[in-house]
């Protein structure tokens, strides 16, 4: 008998719009995903250090930390190195230079289906899911 894992993977939105966040965090949801949003970049940095996401959402232009810093950052920690990173960006310049870093790179707006589609495609496949 198999045993499947209720526990669904965690993404964290990264996100200073309040509103934008909870848009991601209904698609992410909607997507199979449990999720947290964190609007501080400092407040990133910390969280990260203790836990593994699936995924992060990351917008780019964050207060306390940039963005840029926290992708290094998740690129960087050996227990960060499956999580999937979508950039979230209005600056398609500076999106362009980061794209060889991120798994995926969506220009802000983002619409809530592109998001929880692409949010599906990358959820880890050995974690089952019932909806």
């Known amino acids: 008998m198999s045993q499947t894992s209720?526990?669904?993977?965690?993404?964290?939105?990264?996100?200073?719009?309040?509103?934008?966040?909870?848009?991601?965090?209904?698609?992410?949801?909607?997507?199979?995903?449990?999720?947290e949003t964190i609007q501080d970049g400092r407040v990133a940095v910390v969280r990260l250090t203790a836990s593994q996401p699936a995924i992060v959402v990351l917008d780019l232009h964050l207060p306390r930390v940039s963005g840029k810093e926290i992708l290094r950052q998740i690129r960087a920690e050996e227990q960060l190195a499956k999580t999937r990173v979508i950039l979230a960006t209005a600056d398609p310049l500076l999106a362009e230079t980061m794209?060889?870093?991120?798994?995926?790179?969506?220009?802000?707006?983002?619409?809530?289906?592109?998001?929880?589609?692409?949010?599906?495609?990358?959820?880890p496949p050995d974690i089952m899911i019932e909806t």
Do not use: N, Y
């Open 6 to 35: 209720d526990k669904k993977p965690l993404a964290l939105i990264i996100e200073d719009d309040p509103e934008l966040g909870d848009i991601f965090a209904k698609a992410l949801q909607m997507a199979g995903f449990e999720t």
């Open 99 to 123: 794209r060889e870093e991120a798994d995926l790179v969506l220009i802000k707006p983002i619409s809530f289906q592109q998001l929880r589609h692409l949010a599906s495609r990358l959820r």
